[in-house]
């Protein structure tokens, strides 16, 4: 078993839709989370990050923790053609080495 | 302000041929880096990271090496590119303070035929 699991999709949606991306996890000391968005032929970069359990919101996107589900969600609310890219989950417990999950692919249809 | 820079963009080497892909990161010092390949499709694997000059870290015994000849620089080389090298080369710098967050470069296309 992997220790983080993502979809890797595609996921296809029309735009103004809200987006709802999803990882889970196995090794409950991680702490620190992200998400990473990755066009096409680019590095990936940072988009939100979150300590331990809550929400934190930016914009139209917001991060989601549970860590008693050990599960975290990015959540894009009026969806634009321009969000159409690929999602990293990342996670780390206090050594700060990431785990990333596989991506998923987002497809926002005009 | 930290930025990073990669090179070359883009290769294509015959198998057999050496490679060597060049990152230096300017407005920090000491900084963790990292390399990762991404093969198409699939999530990032973690091949080195350095936590200073001439420490280097290995993940996954394979065909690649690195080195740290200085503060802000990292190189990942091969003496002779296998067909499996292909892939996405990304080099990584990781933010200071509690987070451990990771700030990519542009990457490297690899093709080798």
């Known amino acids: 078993q992997k220790e983080v699991e993502q979809d890797p999709g595609p996921l296809s949606v029309p735009e103004g839709a809200i987006v709802s991306l999803n990882c889970t996890y196995s090794n409950s000391a991680f702490q620190y989370f992200m998400w990473y968005r990755q066009y096409s032929r680019k590095g990936p970069e940072l988009l939100m990050y979150t300590y331990s359990s809550g929400n934190k919101e930016d914009g139209r996107f917001t991060a989601q923790v549970d860590k008693s589900s050990k599960y975290i969600s990015l959540f894009i609310r009026d969806s634009q053609p321009s969000d159409s890219a690929t999602y990293l989950c990342?996670?780390?417990?206090?050594?700060?080495?990431?785990?990333w999950g596989a991506g998923t692919k987002l497809i926002i249809k005009p | 302000s930290q930025t990073i820079h990669q090179w070359p963009a883009t290769l294509v080497q015959p198998v057999g041929s050496p490679l060597s892909l060049e990152c230096t990161v300017e407005?920090?010092?000491?900084?963790?880096l990292y390399w990762y390949r991404q093969a198409a499709g699939r999530g990032l694997q973690l091949l080195f990271y350095?936590?200073?000059?001439?420490?280097i870290s290995s993940e996954v015994p394979q065909n690649l090496s690195a080195s740290r000849p200085q503060d802000r620089q990292f190189i990942l080389s091969s003496k002779k590119l296998l067909l499996s090298d292909s892939g996405f080369y990304l080099c990584a710098w990781q933010g200071g303070g509690n987070t451990g967050e990771l700030f990519f470069g542009e990457g490297s296309r690899l093709t080798v035929l």
């Open positions: 407005g920090t010092s000491n900084p963790n």
């Open positions: 990342a996670m780390s417990g206090y050594n700060y080495q990431l785990i």
């Open positions: 350095s936590v200073g000059i001439g420490q």
